[in-house]
């Protein structure tokens, strides 16, 4: 293949060469998730294969601008549902939608507010308390009246 040799994953807990158990696509077709397995010792773990696609720039409240990275969005979601009833599979899910959701707008960058709501958007179906400590603290609530506000805004939004 182009001068290369392919060589089997390795296993991050023992570096031996590892094998698939199972390959799922996602329903939108634009990651494979895989389950493998070590060859030597016996662990399982998982592997998740998207496309590069072009470098998406975040550009933050104070102007600067990075590069949008997926896993500050898991561990902020991890950090909202943490000692909540809420599967890793859940969280995966919804980080794949809020990067899916940036990556239709085809924009080059997109502001921190934008990424903010996405994220909110999807922990309200997932879990109302997970919502409102997300919402603590990316709206920067100063005191319980801002808990008050956002919980009737939210109780508003969910009659509708």
Same mark, same amino acid.
């Given at each position: 293949?182009?001068?290369?040799?392919?060589?089997?994953?390795?296993?991050?807990?023992?570096?031996?060469?590892?094998?698939?158990?199972?390959?799922?696509?996602?329903?939108?077709?634009?990651?494979?998730?895989?389950?493998?397995?070590?060859?030597?010792?016996?662990?399982?773990?998982?592997?998740?294969?998207?496309?590069?696609?072009?470098?998406?720039?975040?550009?933050?409240?104070?102007?600067?601008?990075?590069?949008?990275?997926?896993?500050?969005?898991?561990?902020?979601?991890?950090?909202?549902?943490?000692?909540?009833?809420?599967?890793?599979?859940?969280?995966?899910?919804?980080?794949?939608?809020?990067?899916?959701?940036?990556?239709?707008?085809?924009?080059?960058?997109?502001?921190?507010?934008?990424?903010?709501?996405?994220?909110?958007?999807? @922990?309200?179906?997932?879990?109302?308390?997970?919502?409102?400590?997300?919402?603590?603290?990316? @709206?920067?609530?100063?005191? @319980?009246?801002?808990?008050?506000?956002?919980?009737?805004?939210?109780?508003?939004?969910?009659?509708?």
């Amino acid at each position: 293949m182009w001068g290369k040799i392919w060589k089997p994953m390795k296993c991050p807990f023992c570096q031996a060469p590892t094998g698939v158990v199972e390959s799922r696509s996602s329903e939108e077709g634009d990651s494979i998730r895989r389950r493998r397995f070590c060859n030597k010792c016996g662990k399982r773990f998982t592997t998740h294969e998207r496309v590069s696609g072009p470098t998406l720039w975040v550009v933050k409240k104070d102007g600067k601008r990075e590069p949008f990275n997926r896993e500050k969005v898991r561990l902020g979601i991890l950090k909202a549902v943490e000692k909540r009833s809420v599967t890793i599979e859940a969280v995966d899910e919804a980080v794949d939608e809020v990067e899916r959701e940036l990556l239709r707008k085809q924009k080059e960058e997109v502001s921190s507010k934008v990424i903010g709501n996405a994220v909110l958007k999807r @922990l309200r179906k997932i879990d109302n308390v997970a919502w409102l400590r997300f919402a603590s603290v990316y @709206l920067e609530f100063e005191d @319980l009246s801002d808990f008050e506000k956002a919980l009737k805004h939210a109780q508003i939004k969910s009659e509708n």
